[in-house]
C-alpha cells in the first residue's frame, strides 16, 4: 500500500470556502449513514446506482463499480462521506444564471439524492457520533469518488478540505496530480535493515516469522 501525507502545517480555510462551480446555498459536509435510518439506506442506493451509470457509460468502465462491496461496508462502518445542499432553491438560482445544468450537480436518483452532490468519500476510521471526522487524529482518505460530469469543478476540492485527511492511501496513477495540488506528497518507507525480522499471515499454518535478507 502506498500512503501520501500532507504536512503538519498545511492548513485549509474551510470556515468560509468556495461553492464548486455552478453552486449556491449552504453546501454541507456530512456523514452518510449518521443516524442508521431511511435516509442513510436512500444515500447508499443514490451512490450505486451513479456508480452503475457511470461504468455502463464508459468505454473502460469504472473501478468504483468494482469496489461496491468496500463502499457499502464503509456505509456500513459510518465511513462515508457526502455534500449536500441544504439550501436547494439557492442553488437553482445560482444555476440558472451560470447557464448551468442544475441536473448535473445533484444525485437525481432518489429523493435524499435530489439535494446532494454527486461525489462522495470514504476513510479509514469510523466516525464517533457527535463527532467530526476532521477531528479525528491520523485518518486517511481512501477513496475519492466524483461523478465525471462535474470534475474540474471544483467538487473533489472542497471534498478534500472538508475531511481535511492526514493522508490517503492508494491514489491512482491519474489522480496524482490532483493530490499533489492538494499538499499530498508520496510517503517513502524505511527500508528495512538486513536480518529483521517481521511477521505474516501463511495460509498453511497461522503467523510464522520470516527472516528478511
Not at 443516524?35 to 450505486?48: C, K, P, Q, R, W
Not at 499538499?183 to 536480518?195: A, C, I
Request: proline share 6%; glycine share 8%; hydrophobic share 35%.
Amino acid at each position: 500500500m502506498s500512503l501520501w501525507t500532507i504536512p503538519d502545517d498545511q492548513k485549509y480555510n474551510i470556515d468560509d470556502p468556495k461553492h464548486p462551480a455552478y453552486s449556491g446555498g449552504d453546501i454541507q459536509f456530512f456523514e452518510c449513514n449518521e443516524y442508521n435510518d431511511l435516509t442513510g439506506a436512500e444515500f447508499i442506493v443514490s451512490i450505486l446506482d451513479e456508480l452503475r451509470l457511470e461504468h455502463a457509460g464508459s468505454v473502460s468502465g469504472s473501478g468504483f463499480h468494482n469496489n461496491r462491496q468496500n463502499i457499502i461496508r464503509a456505509w456500513h462502518e459510518h465511513r462515508l462521506f457526502g455534500l449536500r445542499v441544504d439550501n436547494s432553491w439557492d442553488f437553482y438560482e445560482a444555476n440558472k444564471q451560470r447557464g448551468g445544468d442544475d441536473a448535473a450537480f445533484l444525485m437525481p436518483k432518489s429523493r435524499v439524492g435530489s439535494f446532494v452532490l454527486p461525489v462522495f468519500c470514504t476513510v479509514d476510521k469510523p466516525c464517533p457520533k457527535g463527532k467530526s471526522i476532521n477531528e479525528i487524529e491520523d485518518v486517511a482518505i481512501q477513496y475519492l469518488w466524483v461523478a465525471q460530469r462535474v470534475r474540474g469543478a471544483g467538487v473533489g476540492t472542497r471534498m478534500v478540505a472538508e475531511v481535511f485527511a492526514r493522508g490517503v492511501e492508494d491514489p491512482l496513477p491519474e489522480a496524482e496530480p490532483f493530490w499533489r495540488k492538494m499538499g499530498y506528497t508520496l510517503q517513502t518507507p524505511e527500508p528495512e535493515k538486513p536480518g529483521k525480522k517481521r511477521r505474516r499471515e501463511c495460509k498453511q499454518t497461522s503467523d510464522v516469522e520470516c527472516l528478511i535478507n
